[in-house]
């Protein structure tokens, strides 16, 4: 389905190496599916042969993008399955959505109404959907609906019964959620694989060449597999799983690595179920939960960590990330191995101690800027001094933590410019970073999460050719124009996975 172009030779645009350094070159040679020369173009143009001359007619080409943390086949199956809820701004636009997929696509004996991204701090008085809401769409379908942060759902009276569990008001979250995804209709093999192309297609459009990918079962690392023997998967992944079962074995050398355990440490602030060490300012009767008894974290990294596996912890309050770090320096102390690169996700709420505490331990940070917008109650939640805490970018650069970016995708929208144009355009200004520096969290930063930083997110010789093109340089754009980039040109280990207008003759 790719396309091979053998050697090119880009020409006449901004070649730009290494975010965050500016540096360019005026010519970029790729041969055998690396960046064989950069430099001044007389001197490139030698040594490059009767390499294919690629007129960049002013455009900018930059390192391919990676998304350090997101869920594609998740996202591939609900763009196939799911009735997308993200910005209804009432109970009856839910409703509205969910009657129209109804009408437009009835279900067949067994299959569930399934919706996705509902934000109730988007509806009138902030009131979350309830059972009685879905059951006026439809009694005799079981319906789910999914909130955005993926750690609440509603569940109608029918769905709660097929999942023998009644919930009055059809809210479950966290754990609690289990029951009912264990009866819905799971995909089928060839759906899954359909899925995962479907969504790391996309991927390669809106230019990420490469990403760290969470699964939760062995059927779904089998589906990107199946891909990659097909010859069909268009980005380098690394995949992170929540079962050490589900890890590659230390001898393994499998096209798509398994060999990250991901765990969750708490849930969300737009639930309420992430942990703070203080109450939510808005709901003073809850601080959330640990999802985890300490000593059980501690024993679970300790066993990752001895194993030689990476440990990534999903903590987003304080006391979650509090909990984390305490757990990786407890395997660290026990058991030292510098190389780990061990990481918080998301890491949403970071007083300054916990900032020092991760730059001293090194722990990489996998941080998502589109919830600096899509989490506008941050500010309700946490009150006027922890909101300060939120986001800290600019603060975790200038410390010396290791940062990478990612888009959570499906919690947000697989969209690696929009995300950078939101790190760039912070209403909090100490915390904005610049174009480079947010580029940087998606190329060398994002590559260094995956320990990919020798061959990925950057575009020295020797490296991976995995480049893309976008008409306009992000540098010089507002954050509107930014957001809006698209690329026009993708290509991965030399190979063509996107091109339109201009470049579409390389595809």
């Known amino acids: 389905m790719d396309q091979g172009c053998g050697e090119l030779l880009f020409v006449n645009g901004r070649i730009w190496l290494a975010p965050p350094q500016t540096a360019e070159v005026e010519a970029?040679?790729?041969?055998?599916?690396?960046?064989?020369?950069?430099?001044?173009?007389?001197?490139?143009?030698?040594?490059?042969?009767?390499?294919?001359?690629?007129?960049?007619?002013?455009?900018?080409?930059?390192?391919?993008?990676?998304?350090?943390?997101?869920?594609?086949?998740?996202?591939?199956?609900?763009?196939?399955?799911?009735?997308?809820?993200?910005?209804?701004?009432s109970l009856a636009e839910i409703q509205a959505r969910l009657r129209q997929r109804l009408a437009e696509r009835p279900p067949a004996p067994g299959e569930w109404l399934l919706g996705r991204a509902f934000d109730q701090d988007r509806l009138p008085g902030g009131r979350m959907p309830t059972a009685a809401d879905l059951d006026a769409v439809a009694s005799d379908v079981p319906i789910v609906i999914q909130r955005v942060c993926c750690h609440a759902l509603v569940a109608n009276t029918r769905a709660q019964a097929l999942a023998?569990?009644?919930?009055?008001?059809?809210?479950?979250?966290?754990?609690?959620?289990?029951?009912?995804?264990?009866?819905?209709?799971?995909?089928?093999?060839?759906?899954?694989?359909?899925?995962?192309?479907?969504?790391?297609?996309?991927?390669?459009?809106?230019?990420?060449?490469?990403?760290?990918?969470?699964?939760?079962?062995?059927?779904?690392?089998?589906?990107?597999?199946?891909?990659?023997?097909?010859?069909?998967?268009?980005?380098?992944?690394?995949?992170l799983a929540g079962d050490l079962a589900l890890l590659d074995p230390p001898e393994a050398r499998e096209v798509v690595p398994c060999r990250t355990l991901k765990l969750f440490a708490d849930g969300s602030l737009g639930a309420r179920t992430a942990a703070l060490s203080q109450p939510y300012a808005d709901q003073p009767e809850t601080s959330g939960r640990l999802l985890w008894d300490p000593p059980a974290l501690r024993e679970c990294v300790r066993r990752a960590h001895c194993a030689g596996y990476q440990v990534a912890i999903h903590a987003i309050g304080d006391a979650a990330i509090e909990a984390a770090l305490t757990a990786i320096a407890a395997a660290q102390a026990a058991h030292p191995r510098p190389g780990a690169r061990h990481r918080v996700e998301h890491a949403s709420v970071l007083p300054p101690h916990l900032v020092d505490r991760l730059a001293t331990l090194g722990v990489t940070?996998?941080?998502?800027?589109?919830?600096?917008?899509?989490?506008?109650?941050?500010?309700?939640?946490?009150?006027?001094?922890?909101?300060?805490?939120?986001?800290?970018?600019?603060?975790?650069?200038r410390k010396g933590v290791?940062?990478?970016?990612?888009?959570?995708?499906?919690?947000?929208?697989?969209?690696?410019f929009q995300a950078i144009a939101r790190a760039v355009a912070r209403t909090v200004r100490a915390e904005r970073l610049r174009v480079p520096e947010a580029v940087a969290l998606f190329t060398r930063g994002a590559a260094y999460a995956g320990f990919g930083e020798e061959e990925h997110g950057a575009l020295f010789p020797g490296y991976q050719a995995d480049l893309l093109v976008v008409p306009e340089d992000p540098r010089e754009l507002r954050p509107r124009?930014?957001?809006?980039?698209?690329p026009e040109l993708t290509l991965v280990g030399g190979r063509v996975v996107h091109a339109v207008g201009r470049f579409r003759g390389l595809g």
């Open 481 to 486: 124009r930014l957001a809006a980039l698209r």
């Open 28 to 89: 970029l040679l790729v041969r055998q599916g690396r960046v064989a020369a950069v430099g001044e173009l007389a001197a490139v143009r030698a040594v490059a042969g009767a390499a294919l001359e690629v007129d960049l007619q002013g455009a900018t080409l930059l390192p391919g993008l990676i998304d350090a943390h997101c869920h594609l086949l998740w996202y591939g199956e609900m763009q196939r399955r799911w009735v997308d809820l993200r910005g209804a701004s």
């Open 402 to 416: 290791p940062v990478a970016g990612s888009t959570d995708c499906p919690v947000e929208t697989l969209d690696p």
């Open 164 to 239: 023998g569990v009644q919930a009055p008001e059809g809210l479950l979250t966290e754990d609690a959620m289990d029951v009912v995804w264990r009866v819905v209709p799971p995909m089928t093999a060839a759906e899954r694989v359909a899925a995962a192309e479907l969504a790391c297609r996309e991927a390669a459009a809106v230019g990420f060449t490469g990403a760290q990918c969470i699964v939760a079962t062995a059927e779904e690392v089998a589906a990107f597999r199946e891909l990659a023997r097909r010859g069909a998967l268009p980005i380098h992944l690394r995949l």
């Open 365 to 397: 940070t996998v941080v998502q800027p589109q919830f600096t917008v899509s989490d506008f109650w941050t500010g309700a939640r946490l009150g006027v001094e922890r909101a300060g805490w939120a986001y800290p970018f600019r603060t975790l650069l």
